[in-house]
Protein backbone atom coordinates (compact mmCIF):
# COMPACT_ATOMS: atom_id res chain seq x y z
CA UNK A 1 0.00 0.00 0.00
CA UNK A 2 1.19 3.61 -0.74
CA UNK A 3 -0.32 6.87 1.06
CA UNK A 4 -0.38 10.52 -0.80
CA UNK A 5 -1.76 12.83 1.95
CA UNK A 6 -2.66 16.01 0.96
CA UNK A 7 -4.42 19.53 1.99
CA UNK A 8 -2.42 20.61 4.22
CA UNK A 9 -1.98 24.48 4.05
CA UNK A 10 -1.86 28.13 6.39
CA UNK A 11 -4.72 29.04 7.72
CA UNK A 12 -5.86 31.23 10.91
CA UNK A 13 -7.07 29.98 14.29
CA UNK A 14 -10.47 29.01 14.16
CA UNK A 15 -10.50 27.93 10.71
CA UNK A 16 -11.37 24.54 8.82
CA UNK A 17 -9.00 22.52 6.42
CA UNK A 18 -9.89 19.00 5.14
CA UNK A 19 -6.84 16.29 4.67
CA UNK A 20 -6.93 13.86 2.42
CA UNK A 21 -5.04 10.42 2.10
CA UNK A 22 -5.37 8.36 -0.98
CA UNK A 23 -3.90 5.04 -0.90
CA UNK A 24 -3.35 2.98 -3.91
CA UNK A 25 -3.60 -0.82 -3.50
CA UNK A 26 -6.99 -3.14 -3.47
CA UNK A 27 -7.26 -4.33 0.04
CA UNK A 28 -6.77 -0.92 1.70
CA UNK A 29 -10.31 -0.99 2.64
CA UNK A 30 -9.48 -3.19 5.04
CA UNK A 31 -6.63 -1.58 6.31
CA UNK A 32 -6.80 0.42 9.66
CA UNK A 33 -6.23 4.29 8.84
CA UNK A 34 -4.93 6.69 10.68
CA UNK A 35 -3.37 10.37 11.15
CA UNK A 36 -0.48 11.32 13.19
CA UNK A 37 0.97 14.85 13.50
CA UNK A 38 4.99 16.00 14.31
CA UNK A 39 6.31 18.99 14.74
CA UNK A 40 10.39 19.73 15.21
CA UNK A 41 10.34 19.75 19.04
CA UNK A 42 8.06 16.87 19.45
CA UNK A 43 8.17 13.43 18.37
CA UNK A 44 5.26 11.62 16.30
CA UNK A 45 1.66 11.72 18.08
CA UNK A 46 -1.47 9.91 17.38
CA UNK A 47 -4.12 12.28 15.92
CA UNK A 48 -6.67 9.98 14.85
CA UNK A 49 -7.69 6.49 13.18
CA UNK A 50 -10.69 4.73 11.70
CA UNK A 51 -11.23 1.02 11.32
CA UNK A 52 -12.31 -1.12 8.91
CA UNK A 53 -15.80 -0.56 9.42
CA UNK A 54 -15.67 3.15 9.88
CA UNK A 55 -15.34 2.90 13.92
CA UNK A 56 -13.14 5.80 15.19
CA UNK A 57 -10.62 6.92 18.08
CA UNK A 58 -8.87 10.05 18.54
CA UNK A 59 -6.22 11.86 20.87
CA UNK A 60 -7.64 13.93 23.43
CA UNK A 61 -5.99 17.25 22.21
CA UNK A 62 -8.37 17.01 19.06
CA UNK A 63 -12.12 15.66 20.38
CA UNK A 64 -14.63 17.60 19.27
CA UNK A 65 -12.55 19.34 16.78
CA UNK A 66 -11.23 16.63 14.34
CA UNK A 67 -13.35 14.03 12.40
CA UNK A 68 -11.81 11.11 10.24
CA UNK A 69 -13.45 9.65 7.60
CA UNK A 70 -13.11 7.33 4.78
CA UNK A 71 -14.29 6.33 1.38
CA UNK A 72 -13.46 2.99 0.70
CA UNK A 73 -14.72 3.60 -3.05
CA UNK A 74 -12.34 6.04 -3.55
CA UNK A 75 -9.04 4.18 -1.21
CA UNK A 76 -9.05 7.69 0.49
CA UNK A 77 -9.54 8.56 4.21
CA UNK A 78 -9.93 12.48 5.35
CA UNK A 79 -9.29 14.35 8.86
CA UNK A 80 -11.56 17.42 8.76
CA UNK A 81 -10.04 19.60 10.96
CA UNK A 82 -12.06 22.34 12.71
CA UNK A 83 -11.49 25.22 15.52
CA UNK A 84 -8.06 24.91 14.70
CA UNK A 85 -6.02 25.79 16.96
CA UNK A 86 -2.10 27.62 16.64
CA UNK A 87 -0.95 24.38 18.76
CA UNK A 88 -2.61 22.15 15.86
CA UNK A 89 0.61 23.28 13.72
CA UNK A 90 2.31 20.15 12.74
CA UNK A 91 3.04 18.02 9.86
CA UNK A 92 0.43 15.92 9.54
CA UNK A 93 1.36 12.14 8.35
CA UNK A 94 -1.62 9.18 7.08
CA UNK A 95 -1.09 5.75 8.03
CA UNK A 96 -2.33 2.17 7.40
CA UNK A 97 -1.65 -0.92 8.95
CA UNK A 98 -3.30 -4.86 8.80
CA UNK A 99 -5.41 -6.19 11.57
CA UNK A 100 -2.64 -8.68 11.49
CA UNK A 101 -0.17 -6.13 12.74
CA UNK A 102 -0.02 -3.90 15.63
CA UNK A 103 1.83 -1.31 14.05
CA UNK A 104 1.33 1.31 11.11
CA UNK A 105 3.47 0.17 8.66
CA UNK A 106 2.82 2.25 5.66
CA UNK A 107 3.03 5.72 5.72
CA UNK A 108 2.50 8.89 3.88
CA UNK A 109 4.90 11.62 2.95
CA UNK A 110 3.16 14.00 5.38
CA UNK A 111 1.75 17.43 4.93
CA UNK A 112 2.30 20.71 6.60
CA UNK A 113 -0.49 22.61 8.48
CA UNK A 114 0.29 25.53 9.98
CA UNK A 115 -2.11 27.51 11.80
CA UNK A 116 -1.22 31.21 13.00
CA UNK A 117 -2.89 33.38 15.96
Known amino acids: VQLQASGGGLVRAGDSLRLSCTASGRAFASYRAGWFRQTPVKERDFVAS???????SYADSVKGRFTVSRDNAKNTVYLQMNSLKPEDTAVYYC????????????WGQGTLVTVSS
Open 95 to 106: AARTIATPQYGY
Open 50 to 56: ITRSGST
